[in-house]
Nanobody
């Protein structure tokens, strides 16, 4: 079964940047779409960004122009580059590969605070 591990979260000040990584094991994922989701305390999990099997990407409106999703097929990894971070970006971030039915990982905590 394919599993994913998220990493790269941390505490950052407003306006700062972080790069999250989603590394898959068990199968090559280059042909599959990969999603980044986030869940803030007391809120439902929301889809933040998606990269399709090629290079096409989509973003939720609240992160457009600030977040960039990309993939490194050699490393079997998908990244989420986050810039101009805001306190409302604080959440646990998860990645998922819908086409492979990957189980949810533990996520990585992102906290934006001064």
């Amino acid at each position: 079964q394919v599993q994913v591990v998220e990493s790269g979260g941390g505490l950052v000040q407003p306006g700062g940047s972080l790069r999250l990584s989603c590394t898959a094991s068990g199968r090559r994922i280059s042909a599959y779409g990969v999603d980044w989701h986030r869940q803030a305390p007391g809120k439902q999990r929301e889809l933040v960004a998606r990269i399709f099997g090629g290079a096409m990407t989509t973003y939720v409106d609240s992160v457009k122009g600030r977040f960039t999703i990309s993939r490194d097929n050699a490393k079997n990894t998908v990244y989420l580059q986050m810039t101009s971070l805001k306190p409302e970006d604080t959440a646990v971030y998860y990645c998922n590969i819908p086409g492979l039915g990957t189980p949810w990982g533990q996520g990585t905590q992102v906290t934006v605070s001064s």
